[in-house]
Structure formats: structure tokens, C-alpha cells
């Protein structure tokens, strides 16, 4: 580990003030990712701005009829508020998905959104990675690649984004609140994370002395007909291999409205307009779930080792459509899948 300087923010302005005059500075909250990327030299900090006892852990009523959740909400409080359970249960499901109790007892809703990928050649500071060393090159593209992206891959980076909070925030149509030294700003969650495109290095649209303050929710939660369905290799304690949000409003079989998000397909949750409108309008049956996972994948590619994701990503959303359609969301069964 290397040495480095330790501050604790006073307050939102202090955090953003210190951050403004060191770029070489990190945010740390939870630290449940960042200490470990620290550990294996693959972040570097100069300076760690503790922002994790700055008043951002209340979940309250949004001023719009949604909900607000500050940056430092841990992720189990979120996951068991009432205000989550009641009215986002989608989001509930799908941050109990992830990590372990414990981690979600430090891990907080900014570092989650946050978090980065876990493409194994980003930890191993000896391989080449255009991520972690711009430039150095793509070690996965023609490496092990079982674990990385079908969906808007680049020719330097075909890593995914890891979190399960976020794909549940995606189909939800949340917002970032972040401030900076110009003031407040607002993301949609959905332009929030980047495509890899030539600049990989950058996961997000936060510009680098930006701190995020709350996340907000809309006032639909879709709380009737919704399923978070995480295919992974064991049942607890690993990261996605495909998961899928999928959240439903019927009138009597007709779907009125559908939001469908996928994770662990993309270097950011997967969200595509065509696939929904494929759904809206139509008898919620197998074959109109069958058709709007052919269009949201219509331009998946897999690579040597992960080429059945696409297959694993079809049969989930089927499979996930069908839950949310029934209204009773199952308990998750990779056999079932598979
Ligand atoms: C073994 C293990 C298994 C895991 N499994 C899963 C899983 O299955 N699913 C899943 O979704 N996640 C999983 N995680 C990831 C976990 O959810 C993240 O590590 C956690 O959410 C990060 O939150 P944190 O508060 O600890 O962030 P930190 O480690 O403190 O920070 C992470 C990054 O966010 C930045 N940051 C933090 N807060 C802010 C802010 N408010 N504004 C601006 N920048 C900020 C930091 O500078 C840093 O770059 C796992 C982690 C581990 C270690
Ligand atoms: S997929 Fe991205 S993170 Fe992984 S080695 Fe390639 S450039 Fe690095």
C-alpha cells in the first residue's frame, strides 16, 4: 500500500473545496472498494477525503412525490426502509442480491454507483489495461473473458459495470444529485455511467472534483408487477453474470408500460428504448418477452469465453418478464435457467 495523507470533511463544501485543490484526492466512504483497489496498487491517492460522517444518510419524501436517499445511505439501511420496501420493492431486491450483509452494512449508495469493474486484468497491475494504464491496451479482449461485456463493447475495453443497486435504479428512471465548485447538478441515472468508447478510464459522466449528494427516485415504484433476477455462478456472494430489472404496468394482460434494465452486459446498466417499446401495447405473453429480448439483443457479441452470455441474457428475460407479469416475483434459481 502506498502512503498517503487522510482528511475528514467538514461539510458537502469542505469535501468539494479539498477535492478542487488536489485532483490526485479521493473521495472514501464505505471504503469497501476503494481500500482494496488501494491495496492492490491499482489506485494511487495522494490524499483520502473521508466524506463518510457528512450528514447524507437520510431516505425522506422528495418534494415530486419520490424519494430521496442520500449518498451515504449504507446499502441494507436502504434495502430494508420502509419507504424502499413499500414503494421501490425492485430496488429492495435488488441490493439484497448483492455482497454480503456485511459489506452492505459499510458499502453507501454513492460508493455503489461508484463501484469499479471487476475485469481481473483491471486488479493485475502486471498485465496491460487501458482502463487502469490508458493506452497499455486491452488484456481480456483476447484473454479470459468469461466475465465481460455483449453489449456496447469498444476495441479498448469490454469490461461491465458490477453493481445490482444500479440496474434496479436504471429501470426506476432515478437521478444523481452531485455538487461541484460551479453548484448543483442533476444526471439520469441512465447518462450517468459511460460507454467505453476510447476513453475507458473514465467510468462516469461525474466530473473528477464532483461529489455526489443523493440519489432521487420517481414517484412510480412499479411495486405490483416487478422481478431483480441475478444469474451468477454461486447463489450468494458473487457478482453478476447477467441480471435483469424488469418492471411492468398491466391493465388487465395489456402492457401499459414496461422497464427492462440488464447488468453484467455492459461497462453500464442496459437500458434500450426499443426493447421497451417492443413491450408497450402488447399481450404480456411468452412470445412478446421472446421478441423484446431479441431486440435488446440484437447487437450483442461474445467474445472466446462469454459468447453464452447472449443466450443466458435471452432466457432471463424471458424468464424475468414472466415473474414481473405474474406479480408474485419467484425466490431466484439458477437451475431453473440454465
Ligand atoms: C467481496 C465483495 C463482493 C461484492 N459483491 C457485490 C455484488 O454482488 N453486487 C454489487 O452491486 N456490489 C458488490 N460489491 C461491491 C460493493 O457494493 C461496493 O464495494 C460498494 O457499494 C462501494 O461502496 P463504498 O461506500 O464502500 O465505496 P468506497 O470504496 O468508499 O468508494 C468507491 C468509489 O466511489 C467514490 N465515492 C464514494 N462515495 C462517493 C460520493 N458520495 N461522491 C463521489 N465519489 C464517491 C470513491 O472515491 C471511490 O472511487 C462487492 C464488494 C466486495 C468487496
Ligand atoms: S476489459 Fe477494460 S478493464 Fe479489462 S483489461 Fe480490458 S481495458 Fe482493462
Same mark, same amino acid.
Given at each position: 500500500m502506498i502512503n498517503f495523507q487522510y482528511v475528514r470533511a467538514a461539510d458537502v463544501a469542505d469535501a468539494v473545496r479539498r477535492m478542487a485543490a488536489d485532483p490526485t484526492a479521493k473521495f472514501i466512504a464505505g471504503g469497501t472498494n476503494l481500500i482494496d483497489l488501494m491495496k492492490e496498487d491499482v489506485e494511487r491517492p495522494s490524499r483520502l477525503i473521508d466524506i463518510?460522517?457528512?450528514? !447524507?444518510?437520510t431516505v425522506e419524501q422528495a418534494p415530486g412525490g419520490g424519494v430521496w436517499i442520500g449518498a451515504l445511505v449504507p446499502n441494507s439501511d436502504l434495502a430494508y426502509h420502509p419507504l424502499v420496501t413499500q414503494r421501490y420493492p425492485l430496488l429492495a431486491s435488488a441490493i439484497l442480491a448483492g455482497a454480503s450483509a456485511q459489506l452492505r452494512n459499510m458499502a453507501s449508495t454513492g460508493g455503489n454507483l461508484l463501484q469499479r469493474t471487476r475485469c481481473y486484468y483491471f486488479y493485475d497491475i502486471t498485465t496491460p489495461c487501458n482502463k487502469r /494504464?490508458?493506452?497499455?491496451?486491452?488484456?481480456?479482449?483476447?484473454?479470459?473473458?468469461?466475465?465481460?461485456?455483449?453489449?456496447?463493447?469498444?476495441e479498448a475495453c469490454i469490461a461491465t459495470h458490477p453493481s445490482d443497486m444500479c440496474v434496479a435504479l436504471a429501470a426506476l428512471d432515478a437521478k444523481v444529485h452531485v455538487t461541484g465548485p460551479m453548484g448543483e447538478r442533476t444526471i439520469p441515472l441512465s447518462e450517468f455511467h459511460r460507454l467505453p468508447? @476510447?476513453?475507458?478510464?473514465? @467510468?462516469?459522466? !461525474?466530473?473528477?472534483n464532483e461529489i455526489v449528494t443523493a440519489v432521487e427516485l420517481p414517484a412510480?415504484?412499479?411495486?405490483s408487477n416487478y422481478t431483480y433476477l441475478k444469474l451468477r @455462478?454461486? !447463489?450468494?456472494y458473487a457478482f453478476a453474470l447477467v441480471s435483469i430489472a424488469a418492471a411492468l404496468e398491466l391493465e388487465g394482460r395489456t402492457i401499459k408500460k414496461a422497464r427492462l434494465a440488464l447488468g453484467g452486459? /455492459?461497462?453500464?446498466p442496459w437500458r434500450d428504448p426499443a426493447a421497451e417499446a417492443a413491450l408497450r401495447?402488447?399481450? /404480456?405473453?411468452r412470445a412478446t418477452f421472446t421478441h423484446a429480448a431479441d431486440v435488446l439483443l440484437r447487437e450483442a457479441k461474445g467474445y472466446e469465453h462469454n459468447s453464452f452470455k447472449i443466450e443466458l441474457a435471452r432466457r432471463g428475460i424471458v424468464r424475468a418478464l414472466t415473474q414481473a407479469a405474474q406479480g408474485t416475483p419467484q425466490p431466484q434459481s439458477k437451475k431453473e435457467i440454465l
Open positions: 463518510s460522517r457528512l450528514p !447524507l444518510r /494504464a490508458p493506452g497499455t491496451g486491452c488484456s481480456a479482449i483476447k484473454g479470459i473473458n468469461r466475465i465481460h461485456a455483449i453489449l456496447g463493447t469498444s468508447g @476510447d476513453t475507458p478510464q473514465l @467510468d462516469t459522466n !461525474l466530473r473528477q412510480q415504484g412499479f411495486t @455462478d454461486r !447463489l450468494s452486459v /455492459a461497462h453500464k401495447g402488447q399481450v /404480456a405473453n
